[in-house]
């Protein structure tokens, strides 16, 4: 399976590292593809390290503007124009989505393909993985939508919520019933 995995290009803490790292870990050694940034920096880098350590693929998708950072040694590496660009090639090279915690970046990313679900455009899983309750705010957000009716889908049927790295890769292995 290509996994799509949207997060931030920061340094950030072990509360953020270690699950990045077990999720990374979790997928290399299912033989996973990961679909990412593309970057060397930050949550990206370790997701990327994780991955490649453990036997999985690495296919990154960068910007010109951030082509200078783009991991030298990954399996395949393509430069987008723009961030638009960038997030189509993200989704075309994967079967699913993972959104790990992030900036706006991360959040615009996050929202397109939620969109894109919507409106029936894709049917890949996506998952959000709540890493240290990152997304709480977000989750209540978004239940709010739908009771207010600016949902015209349930919120299960756009987005699964996992609090656990292997609850988020188990989940993405059962849609496309592999063990």
């Not at 803490?13 to 940034?37: M, N, Q, S």
């Not at 919507?118 to 739908?146: C, I, S, W």
Request: overall charge negative; glycine content about 10%; charged content about 25%.
């Amino acid at each position: 399976m290509k996994i799509c995995v949207f997060l931030s290009a920061a340094d950030l803490d072990e509360r953020y590292t270690r699950p990045a790292r077990e999720f990374a870990e979790l997928l290399g050694k299912g033989g996973h593809t990961l679909v990412w940034g593309g970057s060397e920096s930050g949550l990206m880098k370790v997701v990327a390290d994780g991955v490649q350590e453990a036997g999985g693929r690495l296919v990154g998708v960068s910007v010109t503007f951030l082509a200078a950072s783009a991991r030298a040694d990954a399996d395949e590496m393509v430069i987008a124009a723009d961030l638009a660009e960038r997030k189509r090639l993200l989704l075309e090279k994967s079967d699913a989505v993972v959104i790990m915690v992030g900036g706006t970046g991360t959040l615009d990313e996050a929202t397109e393909i939620l969109e894109l679900k919507k409106h029936g455009h894709t049917d890949k899983p996506v998952v959000l993985l709540n890493t240290a309750g990152f997304y709480d705010g977000l989750k209540t957000q978004f239940l709010r939508m739908e009771d207010e009716g600016f949902l015209p889908v349930p919120l299960t049927d756009l987005v699964f919520f996992a609090e656990e790295p292997v609850g988020a890769l188990a989940y993405l292995e059962e849609s496309f019933g592999t063990p």
